[in-house]
């Protein structure tokens, strides 16, 4: 222990500010990595119980799961470019670590956990999954109404970007401070 009180002081104070950035960080990835386990765990069910061309159906004629592979991204676009979007789904993910730095703000949190799990979700299919690394198609299966077939991963990319697009309307920062507010 040092016989400084100022010393002491100044690491209390970096001690309470970094632990809600740590708390935040935190938050993000145990997010990231349950909507990851999850959309993990439906593809291999899907996988395993759904018969290509067999919808099963859930609710009337609107909601069913149906097994499909997607090559390309959201509404079946670029289906030529599986290498392509790989690499953006790379730089997303590389894009959410560097920001969950500066994260303190658990909504943030909460919207950037939500992008990077449905990121790596897909990530994980276009790796692994045929036709081969950088080029595997995604596996969707929950269709609803008009809306193209989707999966756990994209509902997390899609709400975690919508919270995150509020949340910057609304002036909240990552680092938990609002725009135009007086510090």
Same mark, same amino acid.
């Given at each position: 222990m040092s016989s400084d009180p100022t010393a002491e002081n100044e690491t209390d104070i970096e001690d309470r500010t970094e632990t809600p950035r740590h708390q935040r960080r935190l938050l993000l990835f145990v997010i990231a990595g349950v909507v990851l386990a999850l959309d993990l765990?439906?593809?291999?069910l899907a996988v395993a119980y759904i018969e290509p061309g067999?919808?099963?159906?859930l609710v009337g004629d609107i909601v069913s799961l149906r097994l499909v592979r997607n090559p390309?991204?959201?509404?079946s676009m670029a289906t030529s470019?599986?290498?392509?979007l790989? +690499? /953006?789904?790379v730089g997303v993910v590389i894009g959410v670590i560097r920001i969950g730095r500066t994260l303190r703000s658990p909504l943030w949190a909460l919207g950037l956990g939500l992008v990077l799990g449905g990121a790596l979700g897909n990530l994980v299919d276009r790796f692994f999954r045929a036709p081969?690394?950088?080029?595997?198609?995604?596996?969707d299966f929950v269709s609803v109404g008009w809306w193209p077939v989707f999966n756990v991963a994209d509902s997390g990319?899609?709400?975690?970007?919508?919270? +995150? /697009?509020?949340?910057t309307l609304i002036g909240v920062e990552p680092g938990g401070e609002r725009k135009g507010a007086k510090k």
């Amino acid at each position: 222990m040092s016989s400084d009180p100022t010393a002491e002081n100044e690491t209390d104070i970096e001690d309470r500010t970094e632990t809600p950035r740590h708390q935040r960080r935190l938050l993000l990835f145990v997010i990231a990595g349950v909507v990851l386990a999850l959309d993990l765990l439906t593809k291999i069910l899907a996988v395993a119980y759904i018969e290509p061309g067999r919808p099963i159906w859930l609710v009337g004629d609107i909601v069913s799961l149906r097994l499909v592979r997607n090559p390309g991204a959201a509404f079946s676009m670029a289906t030529s470019m599986t290498w392509l979007l790989t +690499l /953006v789904a790379v730089g997303v993910v590389i894009g959410v670590i560097r920001i969950g730095r500066t994260l303190r703000s658990p909504l943030w949190a909460l919207g950037l956990g939500l992008v990077l799990g449905g990121a790596l979700g897909n990530l994980v299919d276009r790796f692994f999954r045929a036709p081969g690394v950088m080029q595997g198609h995604v596996v969707d299966f929950v269709s609803v109404g008009w809306w193209p077939v989707f999966n756990v991963a994209d509902s997390g990319i899609v709400c975690g970007a919508v919270l +995150l /697009v509020v949340l910057t309307l609304i002036g909240v920062e990552p680092g938990g401070e609002r725009k135009g507010a007086k510090k």
